[in-house]
Structures are given as C-alpha cells and as structure tokens.
C-alpha cells in the first residue's frame, strides 16, 4: 500500500501548488475494504493512546482545517471513534468572542491545549486568523491592534509577522512535548457544490447548510491562495502540514488515521515501569490485601 504519511506530508522543504493535488485520489485502496482498514488502525492507534495516556510525558495536537463541507466534522467522529474519550478533548473555534479579542489572536487557541497524554483536536485553530482573515482582512480590526485603524494598514509585514508568530508558537509548544499535526482537508470546488446541494435536498441535512456558506464561494480562489501561502509559509519537520484528498471521505479517513496512527509511533510512548522502591511497596500492599479475611 502507498507510505501515506510521507505522500502526502509537506515539511517546507519545497513550496508547493494546492493544484498538483489530487483531490479524489484514493491510490490503491478500494472503498470495499476501507471499514475493515479503518477499523485496523483505530484498534492500534487506541493501543498507543492508552500508553500515550500512561507516559504522560507528551501532547499530540491535531489540526483540521478546510473549506465547508470538506467532512472535517465526519473525519474526526470517524477516525476518533474507539479512542478513549478521557484522553481526547475536541474544540470548534466560532467566531471570537469580546473576552477573546480582548486578548492576542493565539490565547483562546493556547488555554484549548491538550495535556501531556492527552490528544487535542482543533476543528479549526489559530490558522483561521491568517486564512478567513486573509480574505476578509476587515476581520482584523475586530482586534483593535495598535496601529491597525483600517485595512490599509495591514500590510504584507502585518502577514509576515503572523505567520512568525505562528511558527514560534508551534515551535514553543514543540519543545515542551506536544507533537503537533496539521491536516488541510483539499475539496474541489465542484465536490463541495455537490455536496451544498444535497444538504439542501435533503430536509435531515438542512441544519448542515447555511447560506453565508455559498457566499464564501465566491472568494474560492482568494481561499486557495491563502491556504498555499499558509501551508508553505508554517510547514517544519516538527509541525508539518498533510494535505490530504478530501473528494472520497471513506479515503480521507483511513489517511488521517494513518498519519494519527504513524505519529504516535513516532512518539514511542510507555507504559511506566514501577521504580524497585515501588515494586517493594506493591509487595507489601498484595500481602497486606491477600491477608485479609
């Protein structure tokens, strides 16, 4: 089978064009046999979480970012179905609020950081303030940042200075144990049109839909770009972007497993050996316990 993890991983070695991804690509998996290799990797990916839980020793944090409709929602209900819900926690970052802007742009994405042993999910994250802002750069005077009094004065500097604070940030939390994996979910514009028109078609589907989501259609291309300058711009060996295909969601997922899975290989967690100290007290308290009556 194809080395999904490296297939579809961008360090920032190269810069790369959303354009020379495939998003139907489903290389040599069929759809026929993707529950039974998607069941296969939660079994050991729910193995090493368990020791991931045990090790307390490192965080994996775990980023969805796409455009609507692109199965973020799905993905993560699928790929995290069988893990133990004590050592996940999933947060959907809305629009912010007053006490958020009250603070920089990472500090609601900081407080939301997954525990040593613990997995985070972020539908969504502290990208959207260098992608939905990029688009609509109006957004960014919701922060009242001094010397930012209207779009003329986000300049490419302001850019470059988020995506640096970005990177140090990933950096930060890098070195202090959380593993951190990025995923863009590639829809095609003519998926994501197939699917709008099924949630309108289907009344069970309705609440999924909302009419702001056509509106942002309309900015595809200005999105793309943004995603692109994004993707190259914050992509490192330690944090590293996949871009994976999101046409076919039974392939999206068994690939987001096979990162999830992958990753925590890489993290060689433990389970914790009893010091000789602690085994002596384990002794004592199984006599003290098998001498009850």
């Given at each position: 089978m194809d080395n999904i993890q490296e297939q579809f991983k961008i360090t920032g070695e190269k810069k790369i064009s959303l354009n020379d991804f495939d998003t139907a690509y489903t290389g040599l998996y069929k759809k026929d046999d993707s529950e039974e290799i998607l069941a296969g990797l939660i079994k050991e990916t729910a193995e090493l979480q368990t020791k991931l839980y045990a090790d307390n020793r490192h965080a994996l944090l775990i980023i969805f970012q796409a455009m609507d409709a692109a199965g973020k929602d799905g993905a993560i209900a699928h790929t995290m179905s069988g893990l133990n819900p004590q050592g996940c926690q999933v947060y959907s970052f809305k629009q912010p609020s007053t006490e958020e802007l009250d603070h920089d742009f990472l500090w609601r994405h900081y407080i939301a950081l997954p525990e040593r042993?613990?997995?985070?999910?972020?539908n969504r994250s502290h990208y959207e303030n260098v992608l939905i802002t990029k688009v609509h750069p109006e957004i960014v005077l919701n922060e009242r940042i001094p010397g930012i009094e209207k779009v003329a004065d986000i300049t490419d500097d302001f850019w470059k200075g988020r995506y640096k604070s970005i990177k140090d940030f990933e950096k930060h939390l890098t070195r202090n144990g959380t593993k951190i994996v990025k995923f863009f979910l590639h829809l095609s514009k003519e998926e994501q049109k197939e699917r709008f028109l099924k949630r309108l078609d289907h009344e069970d589907k309705n609440w999924k839909f909302s009419s702001a989501d056509v509106t942002e259609r309309t900015y595809w291309n200005?999105?793309?770009?943004?995603?692109?300058?994004?993707?190259?711009?914050?992509?490192?060996?330690?944090?590293?972007w996949y871009i994976i295909p999101a046409d076919k969601k039974w392939f999206t997922r068994i690939a987001i497993s096979n990162v999830i899975l992958e990753t925590l290989k890489e993290l060689h967690p433990k389970d914790p050996v009893p010091t000789p100290e602690e085994k002596e007290k384990f002794a004592e308290v199984k006599k003290m316990l098998e001498s009850e009556k």
């Open positions: 042993g613990r997995i985070g999910i972020h200005d999105y793309m770009n943004a995603y692109e300058e994004a993707i190259n711009t914050t992509a490192t060996e330690d944090a590293p």
